[in-house]
T-cell receptor
Framework: SQQGEEDPQALSIQEGENATMNCSYK?????LQWYRQNSGRGLVHLIL?????REKHSGRLRVTLDTSKKSSSLLITASRAADTASYFC????????????????FGKGTKLSVIP | EPEVTQTPSHQVTQMGQEVILRCVPI?????FYWYRQILGQKVEFLVS????????KSEIFDDQFSVERPDGSNFTLKIRSTKLEDSAMYFC???????????FGSGTRLTVV
């Protein structure tokens, strides 16, 4: 798989349930970020976890990072219909430039549908 | 909360025409990026810009693309002689000096006909 691959590709749950999305990557990273995108809209930054962190919380979001397995998970608790969107993980790693460009490499995303 | 503003939100252009996509970054951000997302596909890095020059570019960013920050505020992406396959959502993103999350603009949907 490519850098920043999420699974599942699509997830459908009932409102109130928890949603878990996973992301795997290949190369070493500085940090890993999760973004949300409503259909045809812009990317909204949700949470960033640094390579030396293992878990991070923000409201109903919980992100874990396992650098030994090169994987991360995003958990959304008590989901709401408004959480329906695509969720992307993106890895941030400085490439050869050394210029600190820290470009992001995105996965294909998980399309989450929360049914009211 | 500070925003990255992109204009226009939607642009339709004829194949072979030039387009300029504009972005107003957050004022104290130093690193600027363009990404694109072809419909149904992943977001792809195009170019990064720092200290008034390109710091890195992807294979996608060929000679038909250029970026500049002409007046110290707007950050523009120019696509010369557009092709059908340039149809995509183009996102501007900016970042401050720290290793923090990026702020993305809401995107410009480019349709080449």
């Amino acid at each position: 798989s490519q850098q920043g691959e999420e699974d599942p590709q699509a997830l459908s749950i009932q409102e109130g349930e928890n949603a878990t999305m996973n992301c795997s990557y290949k190369t070493s990273i500085n940090n890993l970020q999760w973004y949300r995108q409503n259909s045809g809209r812009g990317l909204v930054h949700l949470i960033l976890i640094r390579s030396n962190e293992r878990e991070k919380h923000s409201g109903r979001l919980r992100v874990t990072l396992d650098t030994s397995k090169k994987s991360s998970s995003l958990l959304i608790t008590a989901s709401r219909a408004a959480d329906t969107a695509s969720y992307f993980c993106a890895t941030d790693h400085d490439r050869d430039s050394g210029a600190g460009s820290y470009q992001l490499t995105f996965g294909k995303g998980t399309k989450l549908s929360v049914i009211p | 909360e500070p925003e990255v503003t992109q204009t226009p939100s939607h642009q339709v252009t004829q194949m072979g025409q030039e387009v300029i996509l504009r972005c107003v970054p957050i004022s104290n951000h130093l690193y600027f990026y363009w990404y694109r997302q072809i419909l149904g596909q992943k977001v792809e890095f195009l170019v990064s810009f720092y200290n008034n020059e390109i710091s890195e570019k992807s294979e996608i960013f060929d000679d038909q693309f250029s970026v500049e920050r002409p007046d110290g505020s707007n950050f523009t992406l120019k696509i010369r002689s557009t092709k059908l396959e340039d149809s995509a959502m183009y996102f501007c993103a900016t970042r401050d000096r720290g290793l923090n999350g990026y702020t993305f603009g809401s995107g410009t949907r480019l349709t080449v006909v």
